[in-house]
Every structure is written in C-alpha cells, then in structure tokens.
C-alpha cells in the first residue's frame, strides 16, 4: 500500500495544511529544514491537494464474533489480526488510522492518527476488548458517516449476520459521504457448511436463547439460508461499489490481504 495519494480534489489549492513525521520514501522536497535546523527532527509538509490516506478500522464486537467452535481463535480474534497488519502497514506508510469497536453496552474507540507510537494503542485496545452483547454495527456505522467530516477509507470487519436492509441504509450513507469501503466478512467455516454430525444445542450468543437441533433434520434448509443472505450481501455490496472480502477462521488470511491490496494497486489507489 506504498505511496502518495492522490487528492480527490483535483484543481483545489496547495495550501498549508499540517506538518508530519517524516517516513522512508517520502519526496525530500517538501521536507522542512527550517523546523529540522530548530528541532533536529524530520517533519514533512503535508498541503491539501496532497493528502494521505485516513482509514478507520470498524470491528464488530458483537456477541456472535465471539464463535469459535473447536478452533483456536474467534471470528473476533480473526478480525484483529487482519485489522492489526492493516493498521501496521498504513501508519509505516504515513496514513492516520482510527479504530472503532462496536458492541451493544458502549464500544472502544481511538481518533484517526498516524504517529507510530498509536500503532501501539491500536492494538493495546483491540487486545483488551471482548465481543459481548448485541449487534450495533449499523448504528456505529450512522454515527460515524456523520462524525467524519473527511474523506477516508472504512474497513469494517464482521459477520455481518443482522437487518441487511438496515446494514444497506449505513453502507449508503458512508458512500453519500464520500467515503471509500471495504467489506471482510469473517465467518466460522462451521457455519458455512454445518458440519454438524449429532444432536447439537445451539446457544444464541447476543440473547438468552438456546435450542436442541438435529443437523440432519435442519441442514437443506440452513444451508439455504444462509446461501440467500451471503449473495444478498454480495449483490448490495456490488452495487455500492464496496469490496468484499470473505475470510474463514483458521483460513489463509495472508491470502485474502494480498487480494485486496493487489486489486487496491491494479485500480491506482494505495
């Protein structure tokens, strides 16, 4: 994801705007000495028209990404690890990153930055928030197309198991404000295929809710389901021009990463 950005205002004024930490490979020319003589320190100046990335990482923090199964890590600790290389690569960059973490009960947040030392942050707070309680993705997702007065990219990570006409009306208004998003859906393999051989209770982990199913009784029609929810989320996100990427706990997330940032080069955006 190296390199400038290209400014969605094109035309607009190479005015001013903010001064940076200096990274590798960023163009000597807009370094200022004066400061450096003062400081001796390396601060960038950053104008309008050439501006960085800001992302917000948007996890979902509800009590179904709490799943694990028989696997080693939920479909909550699959979120962070992908979320945490992100963030790494973005701030090494000079790109701000923000966090947000949404659960039913109150969510952790962190402001938009990119100082290396709020790497650290990010993942100090991502590692001490535990998915609980209700779904409250779309909410989040309202409060902060209406919060973020900038330009930025949203990836939001989650199962995306909730309303999705109600998840559709958040997504649009992201996109209405101008702002780019990106899809991981992260999902249970079990889930996908309810490889499920015996009798099972089945607890509801965002209510008080369980039940004793027989797969073998309920699997065509689950299946079926599930399938019609997966491309209703396909057909929307395609026709909101979002990416949408699809990651199995204890699959090959290096994969799904490599994906999207290639896709991301080959369109010219970094």
């Not at 990427?245 to 080959?266: A, I, N, T």
């Amino acid at each position: 994801m190296s390199g400038i950005h290209k400014s969605p205002h094109r035309g607009a004024s190479v005015e001013f705007s903010e001064y940076r930490d200096y990274v590798p490979g960023d163009d000597l020319r807009r370094l200022d000495w004066r400061v450096f003589a003062k400081t001796d320190r390396f601060y960038m100046k950053e104008f309008e028209a050439e501006t960085n990335l800001r992302a917000w990482l948007v996890l979902d923090a509800s009590g179904s990404m709490s799943y694990r199964g028989d696997l080693k890590d939920s479909k909550f600790d699959h979120s962070r690890r992908i979320a945490s290389i992100l963030a790494y690569l973005l701030i090494r960059q000079g790109d701000a990153v923000g966090l947000h973490l949404s659960c039913a009960g109150g969510h952790g947040e962190l402001p938009s930055m990119r100082k290396p030392s709020h790497l650290q942050q990010v993942f100090q707070t991502m590692t001490s928030f535990e998915s609980r309680g209700d779904h409250t993705l779309t909410d989040s997702l309202h409060q902060l197309a209406e919060t973020s007065r900038k330009r930025a990219l949203f990836l939001i990570f989650s199962d995306f198991f909730c309303d999705l006409d109600q998840l559709f009306a958040a997504l649009q208004h992201l996109r209405h404000q101008k702002h780019e998003v990106a899809l991981f859906e992260v999902l249970h393999p079990r889930e996908v295929d309810f490889d499920f051989q015996k009798s099972t209770r089945f607890k509801d982990l965002e209510g008080p809710l369980d039940l004793v199913v027989e797969p073998n009784v309920v699997r065509k029609q689950y299946l079926k389901f599930l399938n019609d929810h997966l491309e209703r989320l396909q057909k929307g996100a395609s026709e909101f021009d979002l990416d949408l990427r699809r990651s199995l706990v204890g699959g090959d997330y290096e994969k799904v990463l490599v994906d999207f940032l290639g896709q991301r080069m080959r369109r010219g955006r970094s």
